[in-house]
């Protein structure tokens, strides 16, 4: 296996970027976690070695491993002088064109020639950030998912300009952060949200024409297929509005009937009932 690139940008300190910085930070990258609030980079920080502690103390990582990885990482908030020498920009900025078009110039502008540029976008198309830079051969999509640190899972996305070169140093970069990634062409919702939304959608039709109870929907597939989560608790977790967000834009993409949001999540997210985070979805957080 190739080893981990020697230095990494990781842009935008939320939720993803600073999962992605540690597993870079662990598998022994040079990381600079950039923000454009210095202070989030920081807070990130603390919660990276939170996890490292948590990991520590499970006996999953030795105290040595969880030092050198500190030792590794760095926060700025001045992405162009944060690019200079890094082999691999990964930009997790918030999920808009405008913004990943913005940022990924910057890193094009600032970053050596033979650097990877890579967006974590959960949905958009690697195609139209391609389309906004000079060079578009050496942009692709990793896709990661949440937790970063414990989810083995990286979609690698080929864009329709990326080239084979750039998908291939992606998929080791990832191993090498050790993860499992798959391959996946541009295209909706890549291989997992496409598969995953429609199983969900599935059983909140079924819920609608009253076939089983939310419970027992889930539990025919923790059960009878081994899934680890049935579609509506999971559904529940992510968020319903944010699973209703991409069900219309699979819906406008892909076209058919498929994808159309059932009117059972569209009544639920304008009631506010979005899941775990406002108490109430497909089940009542606040009894669990
Ligand atoms: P987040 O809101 O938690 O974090 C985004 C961070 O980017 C914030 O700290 C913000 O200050 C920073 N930022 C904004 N503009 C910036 C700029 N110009 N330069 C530098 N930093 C900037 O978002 P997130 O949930 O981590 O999502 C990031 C990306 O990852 C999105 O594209 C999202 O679709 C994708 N994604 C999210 C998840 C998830 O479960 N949250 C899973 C997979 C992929």
């Known amino acids: 296996m190739s080893p ?16 992605i910085a540690q597993v870079a930070a662990q598998a022994g990258s040079s990381v600079t976690l950039v923000d454009v609030r210095l202070e989030l980079a920081v807070a990130a920080l603390a919660t990276i070695r939170a996890n490292l502690d948590g990991g520590v103390t499970r006996g999953k990582v030795t105290a040595a491993e969880r030092d050198g990885a500190l030792a590794r990482l760095r926060t700025s908030a001045d992405l162009a002088e944060a690019a200079t020498g890094a082999a691999l920009v990964v930009e997790a900025v918030p999920e808009r064109l405008a913004l990943k078009v913005e940022v990924l110039r910057a890193a094009e502008a600032a970053a050596p020639p033979d650097a990877l540029l890579a967006s974590n976008t959960s949905s958009l198309s690697i195609g139209a950030l391609q389309d906004a830079l000079e060079r578009p051969e050496r942009v692709v999509g990793m896709h990661f998912f949440n937790p970063v640190h414990i989810n083995k899972l990286v979609e690698v996305v080929a864009g329709p300009r990326s080239s084979a070169a750039a998908v291939e140093r992606a998929l080791e970069h990832a191993r090498a952060f050790g993860k499992e990634p ?6 909706p919702g890549f291989a997992s949200s496409r598969l995953g939304v429609l199983l969900g959608l ?5 819920l609608e024409e009253g076939v089983a109870s939310a419970a027992d929907i889930d539990r025919a597939l923790e059960l009878g297929y081994r899934h680890p989560m049935g ?3 999971l559904t529940d977790l992510v968020g319903l509005d944010v699973r209703l967000d991409i069900a219309r834009h699979l819906h406008e993409t892909l076209g058919g009937e498929r994808f159309r949001p059932p009117a059972l999540l569209e009544r ?3 009631e506010g009932s979005l899941g775990r985070k406002s108490g109430r979805g497909f089940y009542d957080w606040d009894q669990e």
């Open 4 to 19: 981990a690139p020697e230095r990494v940008v990781v842009v935008g300190a939320g939720t993803m970027g600073h999962g």
């Open 231 to 233: 579609p509506l608790r």
């Open 202 to 206: 599935e059983a909140i039709r079924m």
């Open 182 to 187: 798959i391959r996946v062409r541009d295209s």
């Open 268 to 270: 639920k997210v304008a």
